[in-house]
């Protein structure tokens, strides 16, 4: 089975600082990744995915991620963050083609200051 | 559109008493699910419904049971429950279960559950 980590439990920046999330996945075939996003009382939402193409991909409010196939990893980054980035994010993987059992990593934190 | 509909919002529990969290979704989607999020775990699937009929065992499902009532509904009940299954409940759908670019779910506001 595969699994996600994420490295990073808890991030506190100032605003217009960069940030960068770590994700780390094993599984040995090919995936599809994810990104979500959980504001503040708000419901997961997505933020970006890979599904096949160029490995730098762009989501929603500035974000991207990049895949780096031999590390396993799926980084998110934003290069300045403001105040309503302020979030918990979650790394997310699916074997392609097996149906959408997405298995989530534990969440990051984010908290950024004004 | 409404989305993914979830009650209760909030619910405490004694120990061995039941309930049944509901979820409707108005998108016309195939597939549901039921996701538990505990701190520093992330969430974990505990059942699914691929299609109308159908509902499969995810990475968590002891302790709960699921019935897809019909393309809408998909119902989560614990039939006994125990301090371990206090959690935030997520009920999510997606247009297709397989497929090569999957993945996209939609998902509900949560259910905060509380068993003493």
């Known amino acids: 089975a595969q699994s996600v980590s994420q490295h990073n439990h808890h991030v506190i920046l100032s605003e217009a600082a960069s940030l960068e999330l770590g994700c780390n996945y094993s599984?040995?075939?090919?995936?599809?990744l994810f990104w979500y996003v959980q504001y503040p009382g708000q419901h997961l939402q997505l933020l970006l995915k890979y599904f096949s193409g160029d490995p730098l991909v762009k989501g929603i409010k500035g974000f991207e991620a990049e895949f780096i196939k031999s590390k396993f990893s799926f980084n998110l980054r934003k290069p300045s963050v403001q105040w309503s980035d302020t979030a918990e994010y979650f790394c997310?993987?699916?074997?392609?083609?097996?149906?959408?059992?997405?298995?989530f990593g534990g969440g990051t934190r984010v908290l950024v200051k004004p | 559109n409404a989305g993914v509909t979830q009650t209760p919002k909030f619910q405490v529990l004694k120990t061995g008493q039941s309930m049944t969290l509901q979820c409707a979704q108005d998108?016309?989607?195939?597939?549901m699910y039921w996701y538990r999020q505990d701190p520093g775990m992330g969430l974990r699937l505990i059942y699914y419904s691929a299609s109308e009929g159908t509902t499969d065992k995810g990475e968590v499902p002891n302790g709960y049971n699921v019935s897809r009532l019909n393309k809408r509904e998909f119902s989560l009940r614990l039939e006994s429950a125990a301090p371990s299954q206090t959690s935030v409940y997520f009920c999510a759908s997606s247009e297709v279960w397989t497929g090569i670019d999957t993945g996209e779910l939609f998902f509900g506001e949560g259910s905060r559950l509380t068993v003493l």
């Open positions: 599984y040995g075939g090919t995936v599809n």
């Open positions: 998108m016309n989607h195939n597939s």
């Open positions: 997310a993987v699916t074997p392609k083609a097996a149906g959408n059992k997405l298995t």
